[in-house]
Nanobody
Framework: VQLQASGGGLVQAGGSLTLSCTAS????????MSWFRQSPGKEREFVTA???????YYADSVKGRFTITRDNAKNTVYLQMNNLKPEDTAVYYC???????????????????WGQGTLVTVSS
């Protein structure tokens, strides 16, 4: 499956953005889908995931501010980001992998399908 992330941009602190991740090649309905992010000089980190059955998981740093959803008919996953902070500035990547298990959702090394990333910049 090929992933294409979009929707990044420049926003002021407190603002909102919605990222999209559109898949091609295969339907995403049977996949767990996730978002990671990477800031300059830092490791890529888990942000959120949504399972096939639409259970959701969030990093503590974004809980209550970010919402992940999926539209299998459009083969797309969304990340709604509210109350953005300067520390949310990063390149955001969507990711998935066949055979991913729930206990591995937060582990970037378990993923072998990555989108190209979309840059989110939050100004103070």
């Amino acid at each position: 499956v090929q992933l294409q992330a979009s929707g990044g941009g420049l926003v002021q602190a407190g603002g909102s953005l919605t990222l999209s991740c559109t898949a091609s090649g295969r339907t995403i309905s049977s996949y767990h889908m996730s978002w990671f992010r990477q800031s300059p000089g830092k490791e890529r980190e888990f942000v959120t995931a949504i399972t096939r059955s639409r259970n959701t998981y969030y990093a503590d740093s974004v809980k209550g501010r970010f919402t992940i959803t999926r539209d299998n008919a459009k083969n797309t996953v969304y990340l709604q980001m509210n109350n953005l902070k300067p520390e949310d500035t990063a390149v955001y990547y969507c990711a998935t992998s066949a055979g991913l298990i729930l206990s591995s959702l937060r582990l970037k090394d378990q993923y072998n399908n990555w989108g190209q990333g979309t840059l989110v910049t939050v100004s103070s």
